[in-house]
């Protein structure tokens, strides 16, 4: 078997299994609110715990009611480290976190790798982190499933549709969009920006979306042209910066968590 080892363990997030677990356990206990729906689809950030930890944890929490169902998550994100032409898939069976390793759904992979828009690029998943960190909070919250992880480089949000409806399925998939929202600002600008940011996602504004508003803004935008031709409305679950957490104010990061409902519980 190869394993895509874990990058940022032990930086973004605790590199011990039981102090992980933990951490992400209590994480999720700090999310009391009550969710009617199951989601279909989650857009959560992807930055350090300590800032956007509590944040991730509203979008995963709203997973409790549902766990048993999902058996696969399609995980897609904006790729950091390395140019991607297109949408990057891995080669390797497993990837890997301090509680273990979680399998690569290859069926999934290849019932897309015949868009030309879709390559292999383990390179580029090697460095990652924003897909890496979304796996622990899935890992406590389901029981067995199998990952389909997708970087995003210069792919259209068209392209990226297209891949969701290929991978859309029934109950048993859950699709995950990983992405912080505007960088590096000070904390009241952020908050504006980050308040319209929001504002487009919900109106399912996808066309307004950019790199500046959202670092993952394709894959965003991508999943709002599919949930809306499928009519899931958004719902924000969490909205705020690395200013309200862990950081300092004058230069922010901002984290929102949305989830996109499909069946009543």
Same mark, same amino acid.
């Given at each position: ?61 709203? #997973? ?124 009241e600008t ?18 307004? #979306? ?9 894959a965003v935008?991508?999943? #709002?042209?599919?949930t809306g ?7 924000? #679950? ?28």
């Amino acid at each position: 078997m190869v394993v895509r080892p874990a990058a940022v363990a032990g930086q973004f997030y605790l590199g011990n299994a039981d102090r992980l677990r933990k951490q992400v356990s209590d994480l999720l206990a700090g999310i009391a609110m009550p969710i009617k729906n199951i989601p279909k689809a989650l857009i959560a950030p992807h930055a350090g715990y300590v800032y956007s930890g509590a944040t991730a944890a509203a979008a995963f929490a709203t #997973l409790r009611n549902g766990a048993q169902m999902i058996t696969r998550v399609v995980l897609i994100g904006p790729a950091h480290y390395v140019h991607v032409r297109g949408i990057a898939a891995p080669t390797v069976d497993a990837f890997e976190t301090p509680l273990g390793r979680v399998p690569v759904d290859k069926r999934a992979l290849n019932a897309i790798a015949d868009l030309p828009f879709v390559i292999q690029d383990d390179p580029a998943h090697a460095p990652e982190h924003a897909l890496e960190v979304e796996l622990p909070f899935l890992q406590i919250l389901l029981t067995s499933f199998r990952v389909v992880p997708l970087l995003v480089g210069d792919a259209t949000p068209k392209e990226i549709a297209r891949v969701l409806l290929q991978l859309w399925d029934g109950r048993e998939t859950l699709i995950v969009v990983s992405s912080d929202l505007s960088h590096y600002h000070d904390y009241e600008t952020a908050r504006r920006m980050d308040a319209a940011t929001a504002a487009a996602i919900e109106h399912g504004d996808w066309a307004s #979306l950019g790199p500046h508003q959202a670092c993952g803004s394709r894959a965003v935008a991508g999943l #709002l042209l599919e949930t809306g031709r499928r009519g899931l409305q958004p719902q924000q #679950l969490a909205l705020c910066n690395s200013g309200d957490t862990a950081g300092v104010r004058d230069r922010v990061v901002g984290y929102g968590a949305w989830m996109f409902a499909q069946t009543a519980a």
